[in-house]
């Protein structure tokens, strides 16, 4: 990675990397992660930020509210729709704590 790169490039870059880490390089489907390698994701990447990232369950019922095409794997369009839910808390988050820092 080029040392140019700003930090919110360095973020994006290792956001679209961590895709591509959990594709299974043996897929007939490129460019999707399939359920069991998502649970992985989910257990060592989000453990901090989603709970239950363990229970194959609430995993499985992650990958279906994801799965707009219904095909069972997680797309890099999918897989962005995960990361703005997660963000978007935070970024109320930051918010509110800007605000209390400056009354």
């Not at 994801?66 to 095909?71: Q, V």
């Not at 703005?84 to 209390?100: K, M, Y």
Request: charged share 25%; hydrophobic share 35%; with cysteine.
């Amino acid at each position: 990675m080029a040392d140019c790169y700003t930090e919110l490039e360095k973020a994006v870059v290792v956001l679209v990397e961590n895709f591509y880490k959990y594709v299974s390089k043996h897929s007939l489907v490129k460019n999707k992660i399939s359920k069991s390698s998502f649970r992985k994701m989910l257990q060592k990447e989000l453990n901090h930020m989603l709970t239950d990232t363990g229970n194959r369950k609430a995993a499985d019922k992650l990958i279906q509210s994801l799965d707009a095409n219904h095909d069972g794997r997680i797309s890099f369009d999918e897989y962005w729709a995960l990361i703005g839910g997660i963000t978007s808390p935070i970024a109320s988050l930051v918010r509110q704590q800007e605000q209390q820092s400056t009354s």
